[in-house]
């Protein structure tokens, strides 16, 4: 198939795009560089052997995207692109609605006029409610409480109201956990920019020797060593996550909600003393106030992917930390510009 991969020079779609190489479909990518650089078009070229169509443009620009959708006779749409920082969304709220919601309405009005039926969107777990018993389900309430979360949540429930009014379009939102890790080449990975607001990134970073120590925030939860946990993925596993939802979506009309997690939990000391044997170090860290809106613990409750999809995770958290570090160390300031 050929696949419009929105975002698509982004941490999580650059390494789904070479997923779906490797599966024999075709990604076009779209991208702003908001908050990415064109030269991860040269890692997937150099692992793929084939390098993908990269178009630069905004998911907002509705006639850019029909354009895109027709003129690459695309099958169906994965829909990455957004802006992600939680902090950022709450001092800035107008920036999220708009381009989370603005331009997931501009990508669907588009994919009408255009007549692309199949739609993959990257949800996340932050839209469960945060009193769920854990594991979380796909029928757990749900209950966002800031307005990144909000933007997530009211995207499933536009996809959920177009495929109740259109029986010929399939819809898919995959609720992500938390995604970390690299391409085991090194070659390929998460590259935020400035300091980064999320643990696997951040301890990279102090393994390095860009940040003097982590900040552990918070050791007094509910939890066997005190510290918050959460079900990390590894991005590989994510990145196949999507392509077997782009398999089993297209031409099944509906709405679909899938979590995509490892169903385990890790604690923060757990993934400070796994990057600590990856990188062959002890890494410092000090314990501080918890951070706030955080919960104790949030893991997935995997198996309804694994039975509609036939996909589960397979990576371990030792296999995250190494391919994280690989590329950490390797690219120590990220992608060159
Ligand atoms: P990312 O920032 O690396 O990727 C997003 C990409 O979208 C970037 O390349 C950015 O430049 C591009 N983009 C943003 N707005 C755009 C626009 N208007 N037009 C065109 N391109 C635009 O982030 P990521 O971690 O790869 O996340 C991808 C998706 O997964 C996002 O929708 C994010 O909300 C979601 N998600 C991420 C996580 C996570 O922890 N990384 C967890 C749950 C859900
Ligand atoms: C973050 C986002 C959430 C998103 C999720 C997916 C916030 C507030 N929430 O959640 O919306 O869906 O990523 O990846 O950003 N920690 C430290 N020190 C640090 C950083 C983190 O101790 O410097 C701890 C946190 O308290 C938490 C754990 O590490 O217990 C994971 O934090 P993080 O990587 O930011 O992810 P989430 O909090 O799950």
Redesign the pocket.
């Known amino acids: 198939m050929q696949i419009l991969v929105?975002?698509g020079?982004?941490?999580?779609?650059s390494h789904t795009a070479l997923a779906l190489l490797e599966r024999g479909h075709v990604p076009v990518l779209?991208?702003?560089?908001?908050?990415?650089k064109p030269a991860v078009l040269d890692r997937i070229a150099a692992l793929a052997g084939t390098r993908p169509v990269l178009l630069r443009?905004?998911?907002?620009d509705g006639a850019f995207v029909e354009q895109a959708l027709r003129e690459h006779r695309i099958d169906a749409v994965i829909h990455?692109?957004?802006?992600?920082a939680v902090g950022e969304s709450v001092a800035k709220p107008l920036d999220y609605y708009d381009?989370n919601i603005h331009?997931t309405l501009a990508l669907l009005g588009a994919m009408r006029r255009a007549g692309v039926k199949t739609l993959v969107f990257?949800?996340?777990?932050?839209v469960y409610s945060a009193d769920q018993p854990m594991p979380l389900r796909e029928d757990g309430a749900l209950g966002a409480v800031n307005p990144y979360g909000r933007t997530?949540l009211m995207v499933e429930n536009i996809l959920a109201d177009v495929a109740a009014a259109d029986p010929s379009v399939s819809f898919t939102s995959l609720r992500?956990f938390?995604?970390v890790g690299a391409h085991p080449s090194g070659t390929m990975g998460e590259d935020p920019r400035g300091i980064p607001n999320?643990l696997m990134p951040f301890v990279a970073q102090v393994a390095v020797g860009r940040l003097p120590r982590l900040r552990v925030f918070g050791n007094d939860y509910p939890t066997p060593d005190g510290t918050g946990m959460r079900d990390y993925i590894h991005v590989c596993d994510l990145a196949e996550g999507h392509v077997a939802a782009i398999d089993h979506g297209h031409g099944k009309a509906g709405s679909h909600v899938f979590n995509l997690g490892t169903g385990t939990g890790s604690s923060v000391l757990d993934v400070v003393k796994a990057f600590g044997q990856a990188c062959g170090k002890d890494l410092p860290y000090e314990v501080v106030p918890r951070r706030a809106g955080d919960v104790a613990a949030c893991w997935a409750d995997p198996a309804y992917a694994e039975k509609v999809l036939g996909w589960r995770a397979t990576r371990t958290m030792q296999t995250m930390c190494e391919d994280a570090w690989r590329w950490q160390s390797a690219n120590p300031n990220g992608y060159p510009d």
């Not at 020079?9 to 779609?13: T, W």
């Not at 779209?30 to 990415?36: A, G």
């Not at 990455?80 to 992600?84: S, T």
């Open positions: 929105t975002g020079a982004g941490y999580i779609a779209l991208d702003n560089f908001v908050n990415s443009g905004d998911v907002r990455f692109a957004a802006l992600k381009n331009g990257s949800s996340s777990a932050t997530k992500y938390n995604p999320n």
